[in-house]
């Protein structure tokens, strides 16, 4: 299995940036499609993008398309969420996670492995 580490999040001000970082152990970081999601208090979790093994490929929510930026080092077992142009209703709690497939999904049920999540508060 593979564990799954989230750091990056805090407080920012709308307009702002914030670079997420989610770090991988456990097994083969670059043979796992990896996702970010995220949970609002008394909302579902949604999905925020995913990216392929090789980094070649990735894939935005709508709400976040041109704003949101994935990425990936796999020489760092790291994966990045830069977030631009923040508003107040990006405000949640984000999670990474990953699947031992080559692409990733805008599903909940395709990601076996999650992070423990990390927080992101934007003033308005």
């Known amino acids: 299995q593979v564990q799954l580490v989230e750091s990056g999040g805090g407080l920012v001000q709308a307009g702002g940036s914030l670079r997420l970082s989610c770090a991988a152990s456990g097994r083969t970081f670059s043979n796992y499609a990896m996702g970010w999601f995220r949970q609002a208090p008394g909302k579902e979790r949604e999905f925020v993008a995913a990216i392929s093994w090789t980094g070649r490929t990735t894939y935005y929510a709508d709400s976040v398309k041109g704003r949101f930026t994935i990425s990936r080092d796999n020489a760092k077992n790291t994966v990045y969420l830069q977030m631009n142009s923040l508003k107040p209703e990006d405000t949640a709690n984000y999670y990474c996670?990953?699947?031992?497939?080559?692409?990733?999904?805008?599903?909940?049920?395709?990601?076996?492995?999650w992070g423990q999540g990390t927080q992101v508060t934007v003033s308005s």
């Open positions: 996670a990953g699947a031992y497939s080559y692409d990733g999904s805008s599903q909940i049920s395709g990601y076996p492995y």
